[in-house]
């Protein structure tokens, strides 16, 4: 995204400029896994429009009766909208909407979830679908602002068309269904972290611009 941003607008300092992404948390997190339990859905974030959470309600809403889940829909925003939408649909047992949480509830969050979901409208490169990785989850999103360079469609995660209901219900209802394919995405997703977005990797590659500037200034 930024790159192409460089190369649109300010083309003559392309090959000057470096692009470092965001980087989160060391990659040794590991969720807790319930393998005779609901599959365990989270979201993380402002709840509104922007972050698309009237759509993952919905989407839930159209998941299978018989199938076995939960969902923690956590954030700020519109809390009461959100809980009364899940009533309405019939899940309201099923999605739990406990407001804000601080790092330590949100660590436990992710923790102990199977799916990460973010179906933003809008986005520059999420913290939250880094730190999902981080944790080895399958993650769900839109390819909006940098995601669609982080996720690697049917790779390390699945992408759906931003705003489509029936599209994030048929990729919800798809991981749900095929615990092998969500475990396979989770584990990909770790990998990914731990080679590009885990803070060490970023020092180490910060740490190598700035010598290289060095010797290009004085070379």
């Given at each position: 995204m930024w790159s192409e941003l460089v190369r649109a607008h300010v083309p003559q300092v392309e090959s000057r400029v470096v692009i470092l992404?965001?980087?989160?948390?060391?990659?040794?997190?590991?969720?807790?896994?319930?393998?005779?339990?609901?599959?365990?859905?989270?979201?993380?974030?402002?709840l509104g429009k922007r972050k698309g959470t009237p759509q993952l309600v919905e989407a839930l809403g159209r998941l299978d009766d018989g199938l076995d889940w939960t969902a923690t829909i956590a954030g700020n925003g519109q809390?009461?909208?959100?809980?009364?939408?899940?009533?309405?649909?019939?899940?309201?047992?099923?999605?739990?909407?406990?407001?804000?949480?601080?790092?330590?509830?949100?660590?436990e969050v992710l923790r102990g979830s199977d799916i990460f979901v973010l179906p933003s409208f809008a986005e520059n490169l999420p913290m939250s679908i880094l730190e999902a990785f981080a944790y080895g989850l399958a993650v769900v999103a839109t390819p909006v602002g940098a995601v669609a360079d982080v996720i690697n469609d049917g790779s390390n995660g699945l992408l759906v068309p931003v705003g489509n209901v029936d599209a994030l219900a048929s990729a919800l209802?798809?991981?749900?269904?095929?615990?092998?394919f969500r475990d396979s995405l989770g584990a990909a997703?770790?990998?990914e972290h731990a080679s590009k977005y885990e803070i060490g990797?970023?020092?180490?590659?910060?740490?190598?611009?700035?010598r290289n500037s060095v010797v290009l200034r004085h070379g």
């Open positions: 992404p965001n980087a989160t948390a060391p990659a040794h997190f590991k969720r807790e896994p319930a393998p005779n339990g609901p599959v365990r859905i989270s979201f993380l974030g402002e809390i009461q909208e959100t809980k009364s939408r899940a009533e309405q649909l019939g899940i309201g047992d099923r999605v739990k909407v406990p407001g804000w949480l601080d790092s330590q509830a949100t660590n209802r798809r991981l749900i269904v095929d615990g092998q997703a770790k990998v990797v970023y020092v180490f590659r910060l740490i190598e611009i700035w």
